[in-house]
């Protein structure tokens, strides 16, 4: 596709006919048209496909159920462009390392397996059994168990992360790195430990019953643009939608549903929210104690007023526990400190807050704006505390929703992709398989990229995703991956990771989410579960391109029978019958007995989930108010003195994480490049620079490290003065490996402090 490289405001509001033409283009540039067409009429239906583009809920209220950037998903894995043979003859690796996110995956789909011998600068192709053979050989030799590292992305199914963490559980490894450790782990940490539960406590129809709904640091007008729907729904109910984020995005202000023809034709745009706050970066933790804060000195007022109580005093007796220590916490932070952090006015904390009171049932939405920080769990268990104050949990239009990212990412979770499996579910596998699972803790993934580092890992295997790119401190993950005997990347398009091998390396291209999966037995489904923990069906309708891609599935269970035989597991039962594998996740996973009926996308079932129902299965049995103290500065290891900006690295609109559909961010007013840096526009100033001129970004970090990168194109945007922001993955260099999140291990993605100098 052509780019014309310029920056204009966007005036528009989101979705309506760009969002239309944007489909098309993409359609149309997929060079397979018909057949993404017909893709996207299967997306959320009965019988056809989950749509892969993120894990919202199917609300199955029209006919379509997709949004312009499920549709680039789509058309992005039905292009007809493939990688045959002959492409490593004519690009070899040095050449493809020198290029672009968008360029590698736009030369097409992956249509058979590959390898690269590391001396060669070039992958060949090797046939599925020597390609297994290979894997097996190394996993056999390693002197370790925990030699390897299973990383996961959370495109795969239930039943292909299930077999996955099967096979490397019978190995002997709890090493099971994956996406999500890179992105809502501290809501799963947070939640366990206030509410039991890892996942939120809402369904859909929820959105439908909310009195308001605060919006905390997401952008679904990009990432989950089909959640605009149950807002906007919300809205003209006449509930109020209370948006916290640090830049103004169009999503979030303006929305014409492009599903509706009289909305786009007319000027029938509506308002998405009630209210817009924006925050300091990494300020939301102050922002909800300063409600919480507020919300008290009118409780006390009330009470010497002898006026009714403002907080549920029933639901906070019966179902909670520390609500003294936690108010002493509330009690020991100053207006000046709330307000310092948040960025935000008492005025405006306040007026949140009264907006909070007088709603019967509150949602509280978040994203990677709150989960990828150095105290993100503290701040998801504000979140949580805020709500208990008002029994927001477990009733009708009220509750917790962390919008998760990959749509199955909470399927694999719960499948058993977790580094840190509980006793009871391999007490499980132990007494179903007959097998010593192994107690050790498993590496997440900055721990795999620091064990890779030291040279103690040997087998790297990748089911889906691009570490490479998705990871911080890319010099460092760069050595890591390197460092390995084997990496294995299972993909269905050429990405960085391929790029940057271990000793030897090889892909295995796989079907996607929209094709046929064909075994002996059958066509075969795979299932999956959004954010809301319904499971349903997913059956692709496309031919895949070429008879060489094989299921992940067929994938896993082929590297698995070839390291371990088929002694205990009838692995190749397993890759031609799926209900085989439903049938013992069935077995073993409390809550999926309907998995071993046929479920349509439609329809699915809902998991249980006992924090939704007020039962809390934690320390006390009872939901816990978390007393923790505002962080005293966002970056402790920095000199008070120390002059910075705070970056945060996001998503553009036509990008799926490290996947580049194109070179343009429409609601942010770029197109045809991605090296930008929204700065406000005092901030400029200030540094007697000028709109449009390139800067220098350096992190400033404590371990002598230079970490910098050149040539960000300053765009003046509406940002509170100080915080920045940019795209991941090109910032990536810029994360420092050792900056994560406290007890969940996440990059600090939303928050590096840099400093910036005009480019030569
Ligand atoms: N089209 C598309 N869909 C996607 C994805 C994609 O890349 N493309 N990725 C998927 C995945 S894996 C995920 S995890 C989700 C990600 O979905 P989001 O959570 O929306 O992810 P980001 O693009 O990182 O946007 C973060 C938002 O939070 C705001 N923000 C950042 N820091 C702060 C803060 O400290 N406080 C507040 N209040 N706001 C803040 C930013 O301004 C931005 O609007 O989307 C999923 N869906
Ligand atoms: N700086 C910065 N870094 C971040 C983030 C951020 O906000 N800022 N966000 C983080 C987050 S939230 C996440 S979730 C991670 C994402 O990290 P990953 O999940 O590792 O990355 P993706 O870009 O989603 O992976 C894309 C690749 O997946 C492969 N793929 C696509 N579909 C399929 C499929 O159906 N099967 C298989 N086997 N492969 C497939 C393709 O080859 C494609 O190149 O990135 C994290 N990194
Ligand atoms: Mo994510």
Not at 589 to 616: E, M
Not at 630 to 647: C, G, H, I, Q, R
Request: charged residues 20%.
């Amino acid at each position: 596709m052509k780019f014309k490289k310029k920056i204009k405001p966007y005036n528009l509001a989101a979705g309506g006919w760009d969002s239309i033409e944007s489909t098309a283009r993409f359609i149309f540039d997929s060079q397979a048209s018909l057949k993404s067409i017909r893709n996207l009429l299967n997306i959320n239906k009965n019988d056809g496909f989950d749509c892969p583009g993120c894990a919202w809920g199917n609300d199955n209220k029209s006919i379509f159920d997709f949004c312009e950037n499920g549709a680039k998903a789509v058309a992005w894995e039905s292009t007809n462009r493939t990688i045959d043979r002959n492409f490593f003859s004519k690009n070899n690796i040095d050449f493809l390392y020198k290029k672009d996110d968008y360029f590698l995956e736009y030369q097409g789909r992956l249509i058979e397996p590959l390898y690269h011998n590391g001396k060669n600068n070039y992958y060949e192709p090797i046939s599925w059994n020597n390609a297994f053979k290979l894997i097996a050989k190394h996993i056999n030799k390693m002197d370790h168990p925990n030699q390897i590292e299973l990383y996961t992305s959370g495109r795969a199914s239930n039943e292909a992360a299930w077999i996955y963490q099967l096979f490397g559980r019978l190995i002997g490894t709890n090493n099971f790195p994956d996406c999500s450790n890179m992105c809502h782990e501290a809501s799963g940490i947070g939640l366990k430990h206030s509410i039991g539960v890892v996942k939120g406590t809402v369904h859909l129809e929820d959105f439908d019953y909310a009195d308001a709904i605060f919006v905390f640091g997401q952008n679904p007008g990009t990432n989950h643009p089909r959640m605009l729907h149950s807002l906007r729904r919300a809205l003209n109910r006449g509930a109020k939608i209370i948006v916290f984020n640090t830049l103004r995005e169009r999503g979030l202000e303006r929305f014409t549903n492009p599903k509706k023809p009289i909305e786009i034709i007319t000027p029938m745009e509506k308002t998405v929210n009630s209210a817009y706050y924006q925050p300091n970066l990494g300020g939301d933790m102050a922002v909800v104690r300063g409600i919480v804060k507020y919300l008290f000195e009118q409780h006390l007022i009330h009470k010497s007023s002898g006026k009714n109580d403002i907080f549920d005093c029933k639901f906070i007796i019966n179902k909670t526990h520390g609500i003294v220590e936690y108010f002493q916490e509330v009690a020991n932070t100053s207006w000046d400190q709330i307000i310092k952090q948040s960025g935000l006015t008492k005025k405006q904390i306040c007026e949140a807050a009264s907006f909070y009171q007088t709603a019967k049932r509150v949602i509280c939405t978040w994203g990677m704006g709150i989960t990828q920080h150095k105290h993100s769990v503290n701040t998801v268990r504000e979140i949580v505390n805020l709500q208990l104050l008002f029994g927001n949990i477990g009733k009708r239009g009220a509750g917790l929703c962390p919008v998760r990212g990959h749509s199955n990412v909470q399927g694999n979770r719960t499948m058993g992709i977790n580094e840190q499996p509980d006793s009871v579910f391999l007490d499980k596998l132990k007494q179903y398989f007959k097998f010593e699972p192994s107690r050790l803790k498993g590496h997440n993934t900055i721990q795999a990229l620091n064990a890779m580092i030291n040279g103690h890992i040997r087998v790297f295997i990748s089911l889906g995703g691009n570490l490479v790119a998705a990871a911080p401190d890319y010099v460092r993950t760069k050595k890591a991956l390197s460092r390995c005997d084997l990496t294995v990347y299972i993909s269905t398009k050429l990405n960085r990771s391929h790029l940057v091998t271990g000793h030897e390396s090889l892909i295995l291209p796989t079907i996607g989410r929209t094709e046929i999966d064909q075994t002996i037995n059958g066509n075969q489904y795979i299932t999956v579960e959004d954010t809301f923990g319904m499971v349903h069906a997913s059956q692709g309708k496309s031919k895949p391109l070429s008879k060489k891609q094989r299921s992940e599935i067929a994938i896993i269970t082929g590297i698995a029978y070839k390291t371990l035989g088929d002694k205990k597991i009838k692995w190749n039962d397993l890759a031609t019958d799926y209900n085989l594998i439903r049938k013992q996740i069935a077995d073993v996973i409390p809550g999926f007995k309907k998995l071993t009926k046929k479920c349509n996308t439609l329809k699915g079932f809902h998991l249980i989930n006992s924090a939704s129902k007020n039962i809390f299965d934690t320390e006390s049995k009872k939901a816990q108010f978390s007393r923790s103290p505002l962080p005293n500065s966002m970056f402790a290891n920095l000199k008070s003195d120390v002059e910075y900006f705070t970056l945060q690295t996001l998503r553009a609109h036509d990008q799926y994480n490290t996947t580049i559909y194109g070179l343009d961010d429409r609601y942010r007013g770029v197109y045809g490049q991605r090296n930008v840096l929204f700065i406000n526009h005092n901030d400029i100033n200030e540094l007697e620079f000028k709109d449009g001129q390139y800067v220098d970004i350096e992190t400033i970090w404590d371990d002598g490290i230079i970490r910098s990168i050149k040539n960000f194109k300053l765009v003046p945007y509406n940002i509170p003065s100080k915080n920045l922001a940019a795209y991941y993955p090109e910032t990536n260099v810029l994360i420092p490996i050792n900056s994560f999140g406290d007890y969940s291990y996440t990059p600090t993605y939303k928050s590096i402090p840099v400093r910036l100098k005009l480019s030569k």
